[in-house]
């Protein structure tokens, strides 16, 4: 009775309250879709946009005004929030906001249902505010799969495509794979931790404790470093990880399931699912693994270069422009974990390190979705083939389109004066400090092979196509951006991101400052 009331007493539920909203909003979406009126697609969209937004604003205000800078725990310690939190909580809401509006545009012309979407949407979304919260294995797993069933049905929306059906299995199977290996990998932890001889005389000063929680698996690791078994139950849950944010070689599933899943899907997968992966990464390495950095650093160092060298030599081979963006996230991936090393270089001084990463997700968010948000107004027969001859002379036709999008694809190659070349000077320089020169001339290499074909998609859209061979065989294209005329809200919002990219590029404030 006295453990229950203890359990009892550190459930603060007012401490999830956005999840908790979300899951609430996410059923009213549920309600208006059941009762609307045949013929209101819009309704159900246009409520779930404003939802999400009075959400953010009402979290802002929130952080904004209490400012919690200290660490707190809450349900028995398997939830834990903080500064950090805070701010990939906002990160998710705002992700979720943006997946909204470019779903709600791109359902309407695919003719989709829309009540579906942006209910799994939400409850995706609160499953990673409470992911990158958890102080406890249960806790992450459980979030974890909560997140990846909405995932799995998100890919396979568009049930007229058989490639969005295809990605959908192909997506569940190595989901399936990498929770297996997860799970596999904390049952390990959790058979060694719980037993007495591991732990020798100072077994009694840990009994009282969770053998999940990050705290006492810390305290276990850090005590036997050289624990095979110990090892080996890290090494396959970064392994699950890995798989989560497609870095190599775990990365097989990427192309297929960013090529056949729904547009605003890919971006969802692109930005959100990634950023969740590398924020439980350097919770656990900074937490529960710390003991191991000595081990775990060249094996990151390893991953990350390999990753960075791969996805982008991969994306050069490619013409697909979702596959060749699906393997450019991979190299991104890489990128992102030569941050989480020097976390780990730091240890105890890791905020340096941690604040570059969640600037480069930030940015890395603005860059994907002005990309994915222009590429989902294509209207064309087969979504998923999208090719560069479809954006011949854009910049001409519908100037505002060209700008969002070079705008975008310039993020993410590094190109200054947008806001991803600061995120990748920021990464390279607190690289440098922690001493990681392999990687570092890795990120190097890497930026110039992006650069490569990235810019061979911006001549495409900012030059004129070449002159045809014979006006005979030419044949008269059909416009894929007719609907550029058409969008209000949507066109506010990308040219919101792009300008945001160019002035985070051009000042970074009190941020910029601290570098």
Known sequence: ???????????????????????????????????????STSLTGMVAIIFQTALLIIHLIDYLAWHHTFDRDTFSGMLQQGIQGDIMRSFFLLSSLLVSILGHQYLKGKKLRTGEFHHLTMLAT???????????????FVALESVAVCFYTLVAYNRDSSKSLEAGIKYLIFGALSSSMLLFGIVLLYG????????????????????????????????????????????????????KIGAAPFQIWVPDVYHGSPMPITAFLAV???????????????????????????????????????????????????????????AHAGYLLVAVMASMHFAGDSDRAIWVLFFYLFVYLIASFSVFGVMGLAQLEDDTEHEFSHYEDLAKKHP???????????????????????????????????????????????????????????????FHPKPSFSDEDSEEKKDPWLLASQVGMFKICMLSLAIISIVLGLWQGSFGDAF
């Open 126 to 140: 609160a499953g990673l505010m409470l992911l990158v919260q958890s102080n406890h294995f249960l806790m992450l």
């Open 400 to 462: 505002w389109l060209g700008f969002v999008l070079v705008s975008g694809i310039g993020s993410l190659a590094g190109i200054p004066p947008f806001a991803g070349f600061v995120a990748k000077l920021l990464l390279i320089s607190v690289a440098y400090q922690a001493n990681l020169y392999f990687s570092l001339v890795a990120i190097v290499i890497g930026v110039a092979i992006s650069i490569y074909y990235y810019f061979g998609w911006i001549r495409e859209i900012t």
């Open 1 to 39: 009775m006295e453990a229950y009331l203890n359990f009892s007493n550190s459930n603060i539920w007012s401490e999830i309250w956005p999840e908790m909203a979300l899951a609430l909003g996410a059923l009213l979406i549920l309600g208006i879709d059941l009762f609307r009126k045949n013929g």
């Open 192 to 243: 060694v931790g719980s037993n007495p001889e591991v732990w020798g005389a100072s077994y009694d000063n840990f009994a009282g404790q969770d053998p999940l929680g990050f705290q006492y698996l810390g305290n276990l690791l850090e005590a036997n470093p050289d624990h095979l078994l110990l090892r080996a139950g890290v090494v396959l849950i970064i392994a699950g990880i890995a798989f």
């Open 272 to 330: 959100s699912s990634k950023a969740a992966g590398f924020f439980i990464l350097i919770n656990l390495v900074n937490g529960p693994f710390l003991g191991l950095s000595d081990f775990l650093l060249p094996l990151f160092g390893f991953i990350a270069s390999f990753t960075i060298l791969f996805g982008n030599l991969a994306a050069c081979a490619q013409r697909n422009l979702k596959r060749m963006l699906g393997l450019s996230g991979v």
